[in-house]
Every structure is written in structure tokens, then in C-alpha cells.
């Protein structure tokens, strides 16, 4: 969807305005996720909707500079929605959404996808926010090869912002067929009860199918994993922070990158801990570095 990004000294209170110093309209969502994992060297290919007015063109327009596939035909009649991003001067993000083209998806084209092996599927928790999205979804995961065992594609998740309000017996049926389930500390607090986020992590990694692993992205501090009954903290990267904005999608775009690389999960975490840092040194949502940053930035590290 457009992300229509406005830098405020603060959010305005009930009733109120408030200047922003700074606005901006670009593709964001589930867009930022598929560009850092196209800049750390994937191929991917955008398997949702997308709307037949300006915003749509805008979308399809990115999503063609950043090399990305787009697999369906633009919805008829309907526009791909927007979110206004207001982005404080602690680089803090507060979302307002209206949804559009990409809150629903056709079965019979979704069911037309080849997915092998060698693919990871990445689904938003925002997917499951929608009856009729979530339902066709989570009917095509369940069917995919590796539901019932191995052989299938790898499936990462990210329940989002709105992780609280996903109905249960959807998040039930997700985490059927999570492979890797990454989210941040806050989601991570809300969906196990939880107040640290190593807790949390633990909390989740024992709710999660056998074999599968979590991660909970806590900011500067890095990433907590948990897998095979073995939890660890995977260090993040001191920065300055300008805007967190797409600071987690950069992070699920890299990590899936590197693990279609053949990297194991500590060393794919390692390098989405790094794109996540830099990220947040820069203004706006689709802030994901390249693969040679990232290299950059982990060598400088690595001579300190």
C-alpha cells in the first residue's frame, strides 16, 4: 500500500493539530518488506493485490524499480489503500490505515502460484485482518507442500502492529504452518503476555509447531532466538535513530534473503540485525540497505 509519511514534533492531542515539517507519499507495508529482500539479492515476486488508480500505479511503478515480480492483474474498480505514517521527533511511528486492493486476494489465481522447496513465503499479520483475505490465505498455506511434513517452502510470518487483534482461530491456523515467526518486543508482549521480550520469545517458541523458530526484534539491543529449545540474544548495531518506520520489515526482508542464501538463522539474523540499524538512520518507510552496506557496516564492526 502508499504510505503517506508525516514528520511531527509530536502527535497532536484529541481535537488538536499540529504542523508536520515534513510529508512524504510512497509505497510502504508489505512494499518494504519486498524491497530490502530485493536489495540483499533475492528474486521476489508480490503474490496480493494492487488497485487500477494513481496509487496503484504508484505501487506497480516501485515495485518494478526494485526488480520485484507482481504475479495478479490490478483489481478493477478499486484503488490499493494508504497509511499515514506520523513519525515523532523520538522517531517514534503511529499508523492510520485505509485499506484498498491489497485487503483482498482471488483464490484461483492465488492456487495458480508455483511454490517449491527452495521458496520462503512471507505472510503480513495485516493479511489476516480481512475475512475474506484471511480465509483464502490461510486455505492455500494449509495446502501448501510441507503442511503435513517436509518438502515445502519455508514460511516466515509477521503478525504487525495489530498483532492483538487477530482473530484467534487465525493466528491458531497460522501458526500451524510458521516455519520462523518474527515480530517485535511489543507484539511479542501482546501476544504472550509477557513483559520482557526473552520471555516472550519463550513464551511463543513453546506455542509455536515443533521445529519452528521465533524471533522478537528488540530494537538497538538486537533479536532474541529461540529454537530447538535454545534461546539466545543475537547483539544489534549502536546507532543514532532518525525513523523507525520499516526498521521490522527490513528486518524479515534481509533475514529471508540470507536464508534463501543457505544461511542458518543466527547468521541470517546477524545481517537483518545490521539492515534494521541502518534502517533507522534514515528518514521514510522503504529505508533497507543493500547487500554491500550491510557488508560495510558488519567489516567496520568486525575491525573494532
Known amino acids: 500500500m502508499l504510505d503517506l509519511v508525516m514528520r511531527v514534533p509530536g502527535l497532536p492531542p484529541l481535537g488538536g493539530d499540529v504542523f508536520a ?3 512524504s507519499l510512497m509505497p510502504g507495508g508489505g512494499f518494504n518488506v519486498m524491497a530490502a529482500a530485493a ?29 520485484v515480480e507482481v504475479a495478479f492483474a490490478a483489481s478493477v474498480g478499486v484503488d490499493t489503500g494508504v497509511s499515514v505514517a506520523m513519525v515523532d521527533d523520538s522517531g517514534e511511528r503511529t ?10 486476494v482471488d483464490p484461483v489465481a492465488l492456487a495458480g502460484e508455483l511454490v517449491t522447496g527452495a521458496d520462503i513465503v512471507y505472510v503480513s499479520g495485516y493479511s489476516l485482518m480481512t475475512e475474506a483475505k484471511r480465509d483464502v490465505l490461510l486455505d492455500w498455506l494449509a495446502l501448501l507442500p510441507g503442511s503435513a511434513g517436509p518438502g515445502g517452502p519455508l514460511v516466515l510470518a509477521d503478525p504487525g502492529p495489530l498483532a492483538a487483534a487477530i482473530a484467534p482461530a487465525a493466528w491458531a491456523r497460522l ?23 526473552a520471555a516472550g520469545c519463550a513464551v511463543l517458541a513453546e506455542r509455536a509447531r515443533p521445529g519452528s523458530a521465533v524471533l522478537v526484534r528488540d530494537g538497538a539491543a538486537g533479536c532474541w532466538l529461540s529454537r530447538h529449545g535454545h534461546q539466545e540474544l543475537i547483539p544489534g548495531l549502536a546507532v543514532t535513530a532518525v525513523d523507525t518506520n520499516g526498521a521490522g520489515d527490513a528486518h524479515c526482508g534481509v533475514l529471508a534473503a540470507e536464508l534463501l542464501r543457505g544461511a542458518e538463522l543466527p547468521a541470517a539474523a546477524v545481517r537483518a540485525n545490521a539492515a534494521a540499524a541502518l534502517a533507522v538512520t534514515r528518514p521514510g518507510p522503504a529505508t533497507a540497505p543493500t547487500r554491500a552496506e550491510v557488508d560495510e557496516l558488519l567489516a567496520g564492526q568486525s575491525r573494532r
Open 95 to 104: 499508523f492510520v490505515t485505509a485499506v484498498g486492493a491489497e485487503s483482498a
Open 39 to 67: 536489495r540483499a539479492g533475492a528474486r521476489v515476486r508480490y503474490a496480493g493485490g494492487h488497485g487500477d488508480g494513481a496509487f496503484g500505479d504508484l505501487a506497480r511503478a516501485a515495485l518494478a524499480a526494485e526488480g
Open 21 to 23: 515539517t515534513a510529508s
Open 175 to 197: 501458526i500451524e504452518r510458521v516455519d520462523v515467526l518474527s515480530c517485535n518486543a511489543r507484539e511479542a508482549r501482546l501476544l504472550s503476555g509477557r513483559a520482557e521480550p
